[in-house]
């Protein structure tokens, strides 16, 4: 983790489920709500969730609940989710293309601003009114528009390698569409997202 903190990293990679949560309550009417009525609705336990939240500070009091728009907007400040992070995406295929054109990373602070592919029939050209920049103008491009997260949509053969590149400049998260294992230092915040695995997963359940 680039950033030193006590909450351990399962209970950071809750908190967008708390929020995400929360959200849907907020705008069902519900204005307070207790860690019982938020842990049914995620399958997770209300000791789990004071648990959770008690590494941040105090959140609502004994008894009353949580006033929900408060820990909204208290969740989004410990996440970094009040502002808005400039963000790439390496490799513009099919999957590329379809992250640029996903309209659901905007309204929730992450705005595509570039994207990089060596192909050169790609180069050039636009995806949602975004140009395709070759691999070589990565780094200054990051730098110029302050690029701190990239979204990597490249083949697992050369994901590596690609990787290898950004370290080199001054990304400081990946989202790892490639199915593979990175090797990455602990500077660096990787989440990989693989849907065969979670699909293997729920195999097991189903036989």
Do not use: H
Request: aromatic share 6%; with cysteine; glycine share 6%.
């Amino acid at each position: 983790m680039v950033k030193d903190s006590i909450a351990p990293e399962v209970v950071i990679l809750r908190l967008p489920l708390y929020i995400r949560a929360l959200s849907q309550m907020s705008e069902e009417g519900q204005t307070v709500i207790s860690s019982k009525t938020l842990g049914n609705r995620l399958q997770i336990t209300p000791a789990q969730i004071r648990k959770d939240l008690s590494y941040f500070g105090r959140f609502g009091k004994q008894g009353r609940g949580y006033k929900v728009d408060s820990l909204i907007e208290e969740l989004t400040n410990i996440l970094g989710l009040n502002k808005q992070w400039n963000s790439c995406i390496v490799g513009v295929g099919r999957l590329g293309k379809a992250i640029i054109n996903y309209p659901g990373f905007v309204p929730e602070g992450f705005k595509i601003i570039s994207a990089f592919d060596n192909d050169p029939s790609l180069i050039g050209k636009t995806v949602n009114e975004i140009q395709i920049l070759p691999m070589d103008e990565i780094k200054s491009a990051v730098k110029q528009n302050d690029i701190k997260i990239a979204i990597l949509a490249v083949p697992s053969t050369v994901a590596q390698n690609v990787i290898t590149e950004l370290l080199n400049t001054n990304i400081k998260a990946i989202l790892n569409y490639a199915p593979i294992a990175p090797k990455v230092p602990e500077t660096l915040v990787l989440r990989n997202i693989d849907p065969v695995i979670s699909l293997q997963s729920m195999t097991y359940y189903l036989d």
